[in-house]
């Protein structure tokens, strides 16, 4: 490839991952399965082994030195990450396990204030994790579920969401960034245009976080969740940020330790934000190694990033092309970090398989969008996924390996 890497070291960069350095049967690893899960930096390894080793108890509740040593690198987490995507305030930001935790807590409390006649809005770009939440809320509310079309591109259809968009719509849900498509929606326009109605905004953000700086006040929604493990953290944690007064005021999710303020035998009153909706002992070193994860990424140049990361889409996409049989799936013009993809005359399963054995690693299936494959009228795809570490050899390394694929299955 031509070129070079510009402004990023991604040699230096990589050298602080070590399982970039592993071999698969002999064969140099090619990671390109990101959008499932990142690998994670030295940085966030010594977090999670530091806090066991020197500082591990439980948080907010001990009388002695090691948990207040936990509270504060737990709490300074939190401050770190509401930073990160500029909270207003740090309260706003509530741990969860992952993105799907973080949309199930505002399916739950919105699920009760649902009812019927009123309308939920998602897109037929969703993961499961944003759709299967929302069909269900809709089912025990008798509320309406609405699934905003998108063009075979998999661009989003905006003037059909306008016109899906009405008085009775209590909630829109997207995703910031597509997992199987790869395609970035309009997040601020879609924001603007829902909040002209007075409904709710959630953004999906589980592959947005990691692909450029995002400010949630800037975007204007009500919720953003994102999960550590697509963003170079830990596995089993995430977050839900959303807006004080809606957080304060809705439905509680779990009840228990932590998140209450006064219990009688009868009675309970719930305690402030972000305790509210933390019931019993969270994941601290996992959010502590997503606080390193943060600061980590934080101080790496976003705008080399995003465009290291669109080169490698770029290139990937050229010879995607000009490959023989290859279709593409997913090719709108806003787009970042996936390419979704079909060999003509193989499966999916097929292709990752012989991939595998060359060391490439892929993700192949449905991509958790069952209903997105079925608008496509496909079971699913190969799909490459690229992040800040990848290079272009490494797309040149699945190219070779897919034209083994390609010989082996045609
Ligand atoms: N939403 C999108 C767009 C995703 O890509 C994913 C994970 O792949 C999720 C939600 C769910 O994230 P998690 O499994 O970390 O909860």
């Given at each position: 490839?031509?070129?070079?890497?510009?402004?990023?070291?991604?040699?230096?960069?990589?050298?602080?991952?070590?399982?970039?350095?592993?071999?698969?049967?002999?064969?140099?690893?090619?990671?390109?399965?990101?959008?499932?899960?990142?690998?994670?930096?030295q940085?966030?390894?010594?977090?999670?082994?530091?806090?066991?080793?020197?500082?591990?108890?439980?948080?907010?509740?001990?009388?002695?030195?090691?948990?207040?040593?936990?509270?504060?690198?737990?709490?300074?987490?939190?401050?770190?990450?509401?930073?990160?995507?500029?909270?207003?305030?740090?309260?706003?930001?509530?741990?969860?396990?992952?993105?799907?935790?973080?949309?199930?807590?505002?399916?739950?409390?919105?699920?009760?204030?649902?009812?019927?006649?009123?309308?939920?809005?998602?897109?037929?770009?969703?993961?499961?994790?944003?759709?299967?939440?929302?069909?269900?809320?809709?089912?025990?509310?008798?509320?309406?579920?609405?699934?905003?079309?998108?063009?075979?591109?998999?661009?989003?259809?905006?003037?059909?969401?306008d016109?899906?968009?009405?008085?009775?719509?209590?909630l829109?849900?997207?995703?910031?960034?597509?997992?199987?498509?790869?395609?970035?929606?309009?997040?601020?326009?879609?924001?603007?245009?829902?909040?002209?109605v007075?409904?709710?905004?959630?953004?999906?953000?589980?592959?947005?976080?990691?692909?450029?700086?995002?400010?949630?006040?800037?975007?204007?929604?009500?919720?953003?969740?994102?999960?550590?493990?697509?963003?170079?953290?830990?596995?089993?944690?995430?977050?839900?940020?959303?807006?004080?007064?809606?957080?304060?005021?809705?439905?509680?999710?779990?009840?228990?330790?932590?998140?209450?303020?006064?219990?009688?035998?009868?009675?309970?009153?719930?305690?402030?934000?972000?305790?509210?909706?933390?019931?019993?002992?969270?994941?601290?070193?996992?959010?502590?190694?997503?606080?390193?994860?943060?600061?980590?990424?934080?101080?790496?140049?976003?705008?080399?990033?995003?465009?290291?990361?669109?080169?490698?889409?770029?290139?990937?996409?050229?010879?995607?092309e000009?490959?023989?049989?290859?279709?593409?799936?997913?090719?709108?013009?806003?787009?970042?970090?996936?390419?979704?993809?079909?060999?003509?005359?193989?499966?999916p399963?097929?292709?990752?398989?012989?991939l595998?054995?060359?060391?490439v690693?892929?993700?192949?299936?449905?991509?958790?969008?069952?209903?997105?494959?079925?608008?496509?009228?496909?079971?699913?795809?190969?799909?490459?996924?690229?992040?800040?570490?990848?290079?272009?050899?490494?797309?040149?390394?699945?190219?070779?390996?897919?034209?083994?694929?390609?010989?082996?299955?045609?």
């Open positions: 490839p031509n070129g070079g890497e510009m402004s990023l070291d991604v040699a230096a960069l990589r050298a602080q991952f070590p399982i970039l350095s592993k071999t698969v049967d002999g064969k140099p690893l090619v990671y390109l399965d990101n959008a499932a899960t990142t690998q994670k930096p940085a966030v390894i010594d977090a999670l082994v530091d806090f066991y080793t020197g500082t591990n108890a439980n948080v907010h509740r001990g009388a002695h030195h090691l948990s207040d040593e936990a509270t504060r690198r737990y709490e300074n987490a939190r401050t770190s990450v509401a930073k990160f995507i500029n909270a207003k305030a740090r309260e706003e930001v509530i741990w969860t396990s992952g993105t799907t935790e973080a949309i199930n807590i505002v399916a739950n409390g919105l699920g009760q204030l649902l009812s019927e006649g009123d309308e939920v809005m998602v897109t037929e770009l969703e993961h499961h994790a944003n759709l299967v939440t929302w069909q269900q809320a809709c089912r025990r509310s008798g509320a309406t579920l609405n699934v905003v079309p998108i063009f075979d591109s998999g661009e989003l259809d905006v003037d059909a969401f016109r899906l968009l009405s008085e009775n719509t209590k829109v849900a997207f995703p910031h960034v597509s997992n199987a498509l790869g395609t970035v929606n309009p997040i601020k326009l879609l924001t603007e245009k829902a909040k002209a007075g409904a709710w905004v959630l953004v999906d953000g589980a592959q947005g976080i990691a692909h450029g700086g995002v400010d949630v006040q800037d975007i204007g929604c009500d919720f953003y969740a994102f999960s550590g493990h697509k963003l170079f953290g830990p596995t089993g944690i995430g977050c839900l940020w959303g807006k004080k007064e809606v957080l304060e005021t809705w439905p509680v999710w779990q009840v228990g330790g932590e998140m209450i303020k006064d219990v009688t035998y009868h009675e309970a009153t719930w305690g402030a934000l972000p305790n509210r909706l933390e019931a019993g002992t969270p994941n601290i070193a996992g959010a502590i190694g997503m606080g390193a994860a943060v600061d980590w990424f934080s101080a790496l140049d976003v705008n080399a990033l995003h465009e290291h990361e669109q080169k490698l889409l770029a290139y990937a996409t050229e010879q995607a000009a490959f023989d049989g290859m279709r593409i799936i997913g090719t709108a013009p806003n787009k970042v970090g996936v390419l979704s993809f079909l060999l003509e005359g193989a499966h399963a097929d292709v990752g398989f012989i595998d054995r060359q060391g690693a892929i993700r192949t299936g449905d991509n958790c969008a069952q209903p997105l494959m079925k608008r496509f009228g496909i079971p699913g795809t190969a799909r490459a996924s690229f992040s800040i570490y990848n290079t272009l050899e490494e797309v040149d390394s699945l190219f070779a390996a897919l034209k083994k694929a390609k010989m082996m299955l045609a």
